[in-house]
Every structure is written in C-alpha cells, then in structure tokens.
C-alpha cells in the first residue's frame, strides 16, 4: 500500500484534461486515430496543469511516460 501526505500534492486552478492516447497522432509515424468513444473513455483521460498538457498533446503514450518522468509533475486525483 502507497501512503502519501499532503505534500505529495499540489492544486491549481488552472487544469486540463489531457488524452493519454493523442487526439491527433501522427500519421506520417503510422499512428491511427481512435474511435471517439475509446478516445474519449474515461481510462484515456487525465487532468495535468495546461501547460503540461501543451507540451505533451500529440505525444503518444510511451512518449508521454518518459516526459512524465523526467519533469516534476504532482498527482491529480
């Protein structure tokens, strides 16, 4: 089991909700666009601050984990 404390936190006002699989991956990489309803399911969504979520829209997913990792990013629950 993960305990955390509330430092583990942090809120902001200003959210998004950014798809885990893109909403416009690169073709020319032969990456498919998703049906709306899998690209808009809720297990491909998740709230990061804005501007993290502009520096990582058209990522995909395995690209999106490295950046994740590599900058400091708090939970959003």
């Known amino acids: 089991m993960i305990f955390l404390s509330s430092s583990d936190f942090e809120f ?14 690169n073709a020319d ?23 993290h979520n502009s520096l990582r829209s058209n990522l995909m997913p395995d690209a999106k984990i490295k950046e994740f990792k590599a900058t400091d990013q708090s939970l959003k629950v």
Do not use: D, T, W
Request: glycine residues 8%; negative net charge; proline residues 11%.
């Open 29 to 51: 990489e032969g990456h498919e666009k998703l049906p709306p309803e899998e690209l808009n399911n809720f297990g491909n969504l998740c709230i990061m601050a804005r501007g």
């Open 12 to 25: 902001k006002y200003r959210n998004s909700v950014e798809h885990f699989y893109p909403q416009n991956p």
